[in-house]
């Protein structure tokens, strides 16, 4: 039986330059990442893949892929995948859940000290040659929202939800929580959507997109918000209505936000967001350390490994395809 499974990008970490001892393998070779119609081309006749969560592994591509067992994704969310077909198949589908908690909840804390201090607007301002003598130091200059003693509020308090609440807690801020499973956490004040989103001076997003959680923070719910407040995703873009949001921070009902994830990645051109100065935009780099990513993309070359070799998978996303 064919060992030969196809790698959709070059991968940092041990595991990944020690595969090919394992098993015959193709690298996706470039340049940039690649499209729906190479990746169908290349993996064809593979037994596995190994994805990462900008590769679309839908109903099509699935049934596509007659000889298929296993495809192991370099990410914690798996939206980007059809998990049913994938199970109705028998396939097991790795991920690397719990590995990126705490890189993710430092970009989320990032971007809120950001937002609230106005760090980007401020750096634009200085390169580009603005800064006169006359506004060295005014009164109201870049003027923006202590963080130090505010409310927080976190939307979803899994392990990420979790690791920003302890972070928060070394600011001296108020943490005020909703899941959708009620929790006990110290320092963290469990309340209902509405209540968090009336009280908090910032919301911070922390929720898989499900079909539930779909545009969750939406124009109804922005428009519950405490004035002013402060909104951070760094989840998935799909939780959270980005027009509502640009219009909200147009209009001055919310001070600014901090943006990681987005409806579609690369974000498109004509996404309000990029139009509002008050917004810090980044590319999705939640979990963008060495440490981190290297960390992934050996779970995910050992979840590879193990269904190559008849195995049960160290993290599976769908583990309902063992019967055993």
Same mark, same amino acid.
């Given at each position: 039986?064919?060992?030969?499974?196809?790698?959709?990008?070059?991968?940092?970490?041990?595991?990944?330059?020690?595969?090919?001892?394992?098993?015959?393998?193709?690298?996706?070779?470039?340049?940039?990442?690649?499209?729906?119609?190479?990746?169908?081309?290349?993996?064809?006749?593979?037994?596995?893949?190994?994805?990462?969560?900008?590769?679309?592994?839908?109903?099509?591509?699935?049934?596509?892929?007659?000889?298929?067992?296993?495809?192991?994704?370099?990410?914690?969310?798996?939206?980007?995948?059809?998990?049913?077909?994938?199970?109705?198949?028998?396939?097991?589908?790795?991920?690397?859940? %719990? @590995? =990126?908690? $705490?890189?993710?909840?430092?970009? !989320?804390? *990032?971007?809120?000290?950001? +937002? #609230?201090?106005?760090?980007?607007?401020?750096?634009?301002?200085?390169?580009?040659?603005?800064?006169?003598?006359?506004?060295?130091?005014?009164?109201?200059?870049?003027?923006?929202?202590?963080?130090?003693?505010?409310?927080?509020?976190?939307?979803?308090?899994?392990?990420?939800?979790?690791?920003?609440?302890?972070?928060?807690?070394?600011?001296?801020?108020?943490?005020?929580?909703?899941?959708?499973?009620?929790?006990?956490?110290?320092?963290?004040?469990?309340?209902?959507?509405?209540?968090?989103?009336?009280?908090?001076?910032?919301?911070?997003?922390?929720?898989?997109?499900?079909?539930?959680?779909?545009?969750?923070?939406?124009?109804?719910?922005?428009?519950?918000?405490?004035?002013?407040?402060?909104?951070?995703?760094?989840?998935?873009? %799909? @939780? =959270?209505? $980005?027009?509502?949001?640009?219009? !909200?921070? *147009?209009?001055?009902?919310? +001070? #600014?936000?901090?943006?990681?994830?987005?409806?579609?990645?690369?974000?498109?051109?004509?996404?309000?967001?990029?139009?509002?100065?008050?917004?810090?935009?980044?590319?999705?780099?939640?979990?963008?350390?060495?440490?981190?990513?290297?960390?992934?993309?050996?779970?995910?070359?050992?979840?590879?490994?193990?269904?190559?070799?008849?195995?049960?998978?160290?993290?599976?996303?769908?583990?309902?395809?063992?019967?055993?």
């Amino acid at each position: 039986m064919s060992r030969r499974i196809f790698v959709s990008h070059t991968l940092p970490g041990e595991g990944f330059r020690h595969l090919g001892e394992h098993c015959e393998f193709e690298v996706w070779p470039g340049p940039g990442l690649i499209g729906p119609a190479a990746l169908r081309e290349a993996a064809s006749g593979c037994r596995g893949l190994i994805c990462l969560l900008t590769d679309r592994i839908d109903a099509g591509f699935i049934e596509s892929m007659r000889q298929l067992e296993f495809v192991s994704s370099m990410s914690v969310g798996v939206d980007h995948v059809d998990v049913a077909a994938l199970t109705a198949r028998g396939i097991p589908l790795g991920h690397t859940p %719990g @590995v =990126l908690v $705490e890189t993710t909840a430092d970009t !989320a804390f *990032a971007l809120m000290l950001a +937002a #609230a201090r106005r760090v980007a607007e401020a750096d634009a301002f200085v390169r580009a040659g603005r800064w006169s003598p006359q506004q060295a130091w005014a009164p109201e200059f870049f003027v923006g929202t202590d963080v130090g003693g505010a409310t927080l509020g976190l939307v979803g308090l899994g392990e990420i939800g979790q690791a920003v609440a302890r972070r928060a807690q070394g600011f001296g801020m108020r943490v005020l929580a909703w899941n959708r499973t009620p929790r006990e956490v110290p320092g963290v004040e469990m309340v209902d959507l509405d209540e968090l989103l009336g009280l908090s001076d910032f919301v911070s997003l922390h929720v898989a997109l499900t079909a539930d959680t779909h545009h969750l923070l939406n124009a109804a719910r922005i428009a519950r918000m405490k004035p002013g407040a402060i909104v951070v995703n760094t989840a998935r873009g %799909g @939780v =959270l209505d $980005e027009a509502a949001l640009a219009a !909200a921070l *147009a209009d001055g009902r919310l +001070a #600014a936000a901090g943006i990681d994830v987005y409806e579609r990645e690369p974000v498109d051109a004509d996404n309000p967001l990029l139009m509002a100065p008050n917004v810090v935009l980044a590319p999705h780099i939640g979990s963008a350390t060495l440490k981190t990513r290297a960390r992934m993309a050996d779970m995910a070359v050992a979840n590879a490994l193990a269904a190559l070799a008849g195995q049960r998978m160290p993290h599976c996303a769908n583990p309902g395809v063992y019967r055993d």
